[in-house]
Nanobody, 125 residues
């Protein structure tokens, strides 16, 4: 069992930056593939970024490529999402997720085992 707690959301102007953090508790953090989903009002949850447990591959959805960077610190059981050049369309609740099998990166919500409570990111124009 893994518990995930996000932090770092908030209100920022377009063009600004935020860094989200996700602290994980539980066993074998480094065996989990980790990711970030987001959900805007009225839309389905979307996988924004994910990092394979080995660190050898990181996925980004096209809309954030070149602006968002995901990283993980296994010593601290923490993953991060650095978000730069934010746009109003990035406004959403952002969720940290973990996959205990860690074999591949699934882009649908049902591929992930553990979810954080979410943190709100609001980008004003």
């Amino acid at each position: 069992q893994v518990q995930l707690v996000e932090s770092g959301g908030g209100l920022v102007q377009a063009g600004g930056s935020l860094r989200l953090s996700c602290a994980a508790s539980g066993r074998d953090f480094d065996a989990h593939t980790m990711g970030w989903f987001r959900q805007s009002r009225g839309l389905e949850r979307e996988l924004v970024a994910a990092m394979h447990r080995t660190g050898g591959y990181t996925y980004y959805v096209d809309s954030v490529k070149g602006r968002f960077t995901m990283s993980r610190d296994n010593a601290k059981n923490t993953v991060y999402l650095q978000m730069n050049s934010l746009k109003p369309e990035d406004t959403a609740v952002y969720y940290c997720v973990a996959d205990r099998r860690g074999m591949y990166i699934g882009t649908t919500a049902d591929a992930w085992d553990y979810w954080g409570q979410g943190t709100q990111v609001t980008v004003s124009s």
